[in-house]
């Protein structure tokens, strides 16, 4: 799966070799940069909100440069919309998480195995991202989605599973 995960954009004039190897060591190093960044804020800093506006700023600028080379199914893609999903969870912006997630959702589902508890997890951010939006239907579906991978993952009597059934219940 290498070249699925690496895919290149399908250009009229495509990137050249050198272009794309460029592009490869920016998404690491930017992908450094913002854990560092994270990792010793998150320590230094009282409030998070300013550093959260700056880390999905490095994000979205990332995800701009990057995408101009990469597909959206590329790993350096997805791992820069995962942080900036993320960072818009811890912000409260469950509309820009929810847009991050359903970006990410189908890349993952065909990158992971099918009963990956990565793919369970994001179905599970999903669905709770639906709910607390007040839309219902999405929510439920993408929460079996969840439970269903959770069952072969886990078992049908796992703790987590009978928590996901009891928030079906109470929405």
Avoid at 14 to 22: F, G, I, L, N, W
Avoid at 78 to 92: I, T
Wanted: net charge positive; with cysteine; charged share 30%.
């Amino acid at each position: 799966q290498d070249k699925e995960k690496l895919e290149i954009r399908k250009l009229n004039d495509p990137p050249s070799a050198e272009m794309v190897r460029d592009m490869i060591k920016y998404a690491r190093n930017v992908i450094e940069e913002f854990r560092r960044a994270k990792h010793y804020k998150y320590i230094l800093c009282l409030t998070l909100t300013p550093l959260a506006c700056e880390l999905l700023e490095i994000c979205e600028f990332s995800l701009d440069k990057m995408g101009a080379v990469f597909e959206d199914s590329n790993v350096y893609m997805l791992h820069m919309m995962y942080q900036a999903m993320g960072v818009c969870l811890y912000v409260q912006d469950w509309e820009g998480a929810l847009r991050y997630g359903q970006k990410i959702i189908r890349p993952y589902s065909k990158h992971y195995p099918s009963y990956s508890l990565n793919v369970a997890s994001m179905w599970l951010k999903l669905g709770r991202l639906y709910m607390a939006l007040e839309n219902r239907p999405a929510g439920v579906k993408a929460l079996k989605k969840a439970i269903a991978i959770m069952e072969v993952a886990h078992g049908k009597d796992h703790p987590y599973i009978s928590e996901i059934k009891k928030e079906l219940e109470d929405h």
